[in-house]
């Protein structure tokens, strides 16, 4: 095996960015246990709000046994403590959590970043950060919007920055959501040097009676992210963009040769003949990834994104965007073999770009013990069903077009969506309470994936546009759905909708060349009630493509939520 990193940037020579994946075996790490932290207590017997101090550390950190030690950004409660990626949040339903994220990072970032796409740029130094639970359903303020960053100690802060503290109500579906950094122009750069965790809400009167496998042990956390690393064990990252008269370090996607989970590259685990339930969430910049096992085994679906199906689905892959989380449950009592691989074969960029190599085709792998046991866990016929939502009661349709622009050589510029920067004004102003019609049009040659802040929604159909050239023509021009009778070109092959998809969402890939219409839904999906909190309140909420190279680059809007 070897692993190639190629170009030249910043003077550096190739050879010394050069490292040989035969030094670096696969599957001679175990997979981490991630760190878990209660996001409540226990007082006389009940539980009660927890008030947490995680920081953002600059330490060393092991992606490989034969890797040299990598310069990371790490959540925890300690430098000592913190981890790639971060400690898992646990949090109770109807127990508030509050968390002081706290940035102690230096005064320079260790990957380079474009000051030409609009960053976060403090007067004085010092990495700008803010923290955004993806999935969460809680108060503007504490969303994590891009210009509410702060610097290490609070010295400067964005523009919509408010208070120190965020609050997690946590009084939506039970479910699974991950928290990232979200700073304007820098959340490529801060994720890939590692701030991102996983945080799990939970409901027992509602999960208990499923028996699904639970525990430490057969209930984990997968997180899955792609990295490339220099001779050193720095992370690598191209300097240069592709429009460096424009953009001098910003390109479009981001894509490492190595295969981390739970932060560490290629992993094995050694397994019981049973049951395990894994919650994976791409954390990727960009990768897609189509997950199978080597040896046929199911994936049987229970949850996507943040809240569960009504019923099990049973498949032999999954496709999973950046950002996207699956939750699946694998019998490996099943398995035929004593080993699995969990392996990707989705194309980067997705769909239509290079085929997976050796390296970045292997993610993991399972080492299955011969004995049989007892299970007691189950997978059962009916999971968790939620009021029904219908385009019926939705209040009204929105188009929302996504453009792509490219420089005289060809190469993209920058993203929009509705042919609008992230600051131009707000367009989009749903009604707490209502239910609307979103019809994504994808104009681009990529695949999307969009990310609704607060709102879930369903996706309902998805039809490939005729006559393409002529309809981005008109868009381009016009930029109006309407005017340029989306309907007659609306109305190509219809893809069926993933049935593991067809649950609530809070992400989803946008087909290029193609209409998705979604139902999005701007209260609690479990019980149809209005929220719980302020919602109307500044700085509001964003809506993105989730490949953060795009994010960064201008593909986000806000929104504003009214009564």
Same mark, same amino acid.
């Given at each position: 095996?070897?692993?190639?990193?190629?170009?030249?940037?910043?003077?550096?020579?190739?050879?010394?960015?050069?490292?040989?994946?035969?030094?670096?075996?696969?599957?001679?790490?175990?997979?981490?246990?991630?760190?878990?932290?209660?996001?409540?207590?226990?007082?006389?017997?009940?539980?009660?709000?927890?008030?947490?101090?995680?920081?953002?550390?600059?330490?060393?950190?092991?992606?490989?046994?034969?890797?040299?030690?990598?310069?990371?950004?790490?959540?925890?409660?300690?430098?000592?403590?913190?981890?790639?990626?971060?400690?898992?949040?646990?949090?109770?339903?109807?127990?508030?959590?509050?968390?002081?994220?706290?940035?102690?990072?230096?005064?320079?970032?260790?990957?380079?970043?474009?000051?030409?796409?609009?960053?976060?740029?403090?007067?004085?130094?010092?990495?700008?950060?803010?923290?955004?639970?993806?999935?969460?359903?809680?108060?503007?303020?504490?969303?994590?919007?891009?210009?509410?960053?702060?610097?290490?100690?609070?010295?400067?802060?964005?523009?919509?920055?408010?208070?120190?503290?965020?609050?997690?109500?946590?009084?939506?579906?039970?479910?699974?959501?991950?928290?990232?950094?979200?700073?304007?122009?820098?959340?490529?750069?801060?994720?890939?040097?590692?701030?991102?965790?996983?945080?799990?809400?939970?409901?027992?009167?509602?999960?208990?009676?499923?028996?699904?496998?639970?525990?430490?042990?057969?209930?984990?956390?997968?997180?899955?992210?792609?990295?490339?690393?220099?001779?050193?064990?720095?992370?690598?990252?191209?300097?240069?963009?592709?429009?460096?008269?424009?953009?001098?370090?910003?390109?479009?996607?981001?894509?490492?040769?190595?295969?981390?989970?739970?932060?560490?590259?290629?992993?094995?685990?050694?397994?019981?003949?049973?049951?395990?339930?894994?919650?994976?969430?791409?954390?990727?910049?960009?990768?897609?990834?189509?997950?199978?096992?080597?040896?046929?085994?199911?994936?049987?679906?229970?949850?996507?994104?943040?809240?569960?199906?009504?019923?099990?689905?049973?498949?032999?892959?999954?496709?999973?965007?950046?950002?996207?989380?699956?939750?699946?449950?694998?019998?490996?009592?099943?398995?035929?073999?004593?080993?699995?691989?969990?392996? !990707?074969?989705? $194309? &980067?960029?997705? #769909?239509?770009?290079?085929?997976?190599?050796?390296?970045? *085709?292997? +993610?993991?792998?399972? =080492?299955?013990?011969?004995?049989?046991?007892?299970?007691?866990?189950?997978?059962?016929?009916?999971?968790?069903?939620?009021?029904?939502?219908?385009?019926?009661?939705?209040?009204?349709?929105?188009?929302?077009?996504?453009?792509?622009?490219?420089?005289?050589?060809?190469?993209?510029?920058?993203?929009?969506? !509705?042919?609008? $920067? &992230?600051?131009? #004004?707000?367009?989009?102003?749903?009604?707490?309470?209502? *239910?609307? +019609?979103?019809?994504? =049009?994808?104009?681009?040659?990529?695949?999307?994936?969009?990310?609704?802040?607060?709102?879930?929604?369903?996706?309902?159909?998805?039809?490939?546009?005729?006559?393409?050239?002529?309809?981005?023509?008109?868009?381009?021009?016009?930029?109006?759905?309407?005017?340029?009778?989306?309907?007659?070109?609306?109305?190509?092959?219809?893809?069926?909708?993933?049935?593991?998809?067809?649950?609530?969402?809070?992400?989803?890939?946008?087909?290029?060349?193609?209409?998705?219409?979604?139902?999005?839904?701007?209260?609690?999906?479990?019980?149809?009630?209005?929220?719980?909190?302020?919602?109307?309140?500044?700085?509001?909420?964003?809506?993105?493509?989730?490949?953060?190279?795009?994010?960064?680059?201008?593909?986000?809007?806000?929104?504003?939520?009214?009564?």
């Amino acid at each position: 095996m070897a692993w190639l990193v190629t170009g030249d940037e910043g003077g550096i020579k190739q050879e010394e960015r050069l490292f040989n994946l035969g030094k670096l075996e696969m599957f001679v790490d175990k997979l981490p246990h991630i760190p878990t932290l209660h996001g409540y207590h226990f007082v006389n017997g009940f539980l009660k709000p927890k008030s947490l101090h995680i920081g953002m550390f600059f330490k060393k950190w092991k992606f490989h046994r034969d890797l040299p030690a990598t310069p990371v950004f790490a959540y925890g409660t300690s430098k000592r403590s913190a981890t790639v990626p971060g400690p898992t949040i646990e949090a109770v339903y109807g127990v508030d959590t509050y968390v002081t994220w706290r940035n102690h990072l230096p005064l320079h970032h260790i990957l380079p970043w474009d000051p030409t796409i609009s960053p976060a740029i403090p007067k004085h130094g010092g990495i700008p950060t803010v923290v955004h639970l993806h999935g969460g359903i809680h108060e503007p303020t504490s969303d994590g919007n891009a210009d509410s960053w702060f610097t290490a100690g609070f010295k400067e802060t964005g523009s919509k920055w408010t208070k120190k503290t965020t609050h997690y109500v946590n009084k939506q579906q039970p479910g699974n959501m991950w928290y990232h950094d979200h700073a304007a122009g820098l959340t490529r750069v801060n994720l890939l040097a590692g701030l991102l965790g996983s945080y799990i809400l939970r409901h027992s009167s509602v999960e208990s009676p499923l028996r699904l496998p639970t525990g430490r042990e057969f209930d984990r956390p997968l997180v899955i992210f792609d990295r490339s690393f220099r001779k050193d064990g720095t992370i690598y990252m191209n300097a240069t963009g592709n429009n460096p008269t424009i953009h001098p370090q910003w390109q479009p996607e981001y894509f490492g040769d190595a295969i981390i989970v739970n932060g560490k590259a290629w992993p094995r685990l050694t397994i019981r003949r049973r049951k395990y339930r894994f919650r994976i969430t791409n954390a990727s910049n960009a990768r897609f990834f189509r997950f199978f096992f080597s040896n046929g085994l199911d994936f049987v679906v229970v949850g996507s994104d943040s809240a569960y199906l009504a019923k099990p689905v049973s498949t032999k892959s999954v496709l999973l965007a950046p950002s996207e989380i699956v939750d699946v449950v694998v019998d490996f009592s099943k398995s035929t073999s004593k080993t699995a691989i969990l392996a !990707n074969n989705a $194309p &980067y960029p997705y #769909p239509s770009g290079d085929p997976v190599t050796e390296e970045n *085709s292997k +993610v993991m792998k399972f =080492i299955i013990k011969n004995k049989s046991e007892v299970d007691t866990s189950i997978i059962p016929n009916k999971l968790i069903e939620y009021p029904p939502a219908h385009v019926s009661t939705s209040t009204r349709t929105r188009y929302i077009a996504m453009f792509e622009y490219v420089s005289s050589i060809d190469e993209p510029t920058h993203l929009y969506i !509705n042919g609008l $920067p &992230y600051n131009a #004004p707000v367009t989009e102003i749903p009604k707490i309470g209502t *239910s609307e +019609v979103w019809e994504v =049009i994808n104009l681009t040659e990529d695949n999307h994936p969009l990310h609704i802040h607060l709102g879930l929604f369903k996706v309902l159909e998805q039809t490939a546009l005729v006559k393409s050239e002529e309809f981005i023509e008109c868009m381009t021009k016009r930029n109006d759905a309407v005017k340029c009778e989306i309907s007659k070109y609306a109305r190509g092959n219809k893809t069926a909708v993933t049935v593991h998809e067809r649950g609530w969402k809070n992400v989803f890939k946008m087909m290029p060349g193609h209409v998705t219409k979604i139902l999005v839904r701007f209260s609690y999906i479990h019980s149809n009630e209005s929220y719980s909190f302020d919602a109307t309140q500044e700085p509001g909420y964003v809506y993105h493509c989730h490949i953060l190279d795009h994010e960064d680059n201008m593909m986000m809007r806000p929104f504003a939520i009214v009564l």
